[in-house]
């Protein structure tokens, strides 16, 4: 795990949203949601002052994780040809060893219907379901808690 650079998280992020199936998100949710990486400013702040940590193979990033600020996950993405390989586990546990190195005790995020299930797996707990719009289509997404 190493460092990032902002447009291969960019591009990561794209690619993990736009290959994700269509049985759990729509064709319009995941166009919407995958404009968030390209839109100017959206993420900026978080990949500019977060502490990101990258998953790669012999060749690419293949998934990226960011922590901003220190007692928030805010991103957590992986390409779809590396999906169900560790990476993102391996990825969220060294966000939670250096939350705590930080002296955070108490980590928050916001999961989606793919992400949940990984994070509830490491311990986290869904503190409620939420709804929002993205580029005006509809989402439902979850907070989620952990005690370090």
Known sequence: MLLFDQPIAREVYVD???????????????????TVALLPGVLDTT???GFGLVSCSETAIEAF????PADRVALL???????????GKQLLQALEE??????????????????????E??????EQKEHLLIAGIAFERFRMGKTL
Do not use: M
């Not at 994780?65 to 901003?68: D, E, F, I, S």
């Open 16 to 34: 993990a949203v736009l290959n994700l199936p269509e049985k759990i998100y729509s064709k319009a949710q995941l166009d919407a949601w995958a």
């Open 47 to 49: 990949l500019q002052k």
């Open 65 to 68: 994780a960011v922590l901003y």
């Open 77 to 87: 993405y992986c390409r779809a040809r590396s999906h169900r390989q560790g990476r």
């Open 98 to 119: 250096e939350a705590i190195k930080q002296g955070v005790r108490q980590l928050r995020t916001e999961a989606s219907y793919i992400s949940q299930p990984l994070f």
């Open 121 to 126: 797996s490491l311990g986290w707990v869904t």
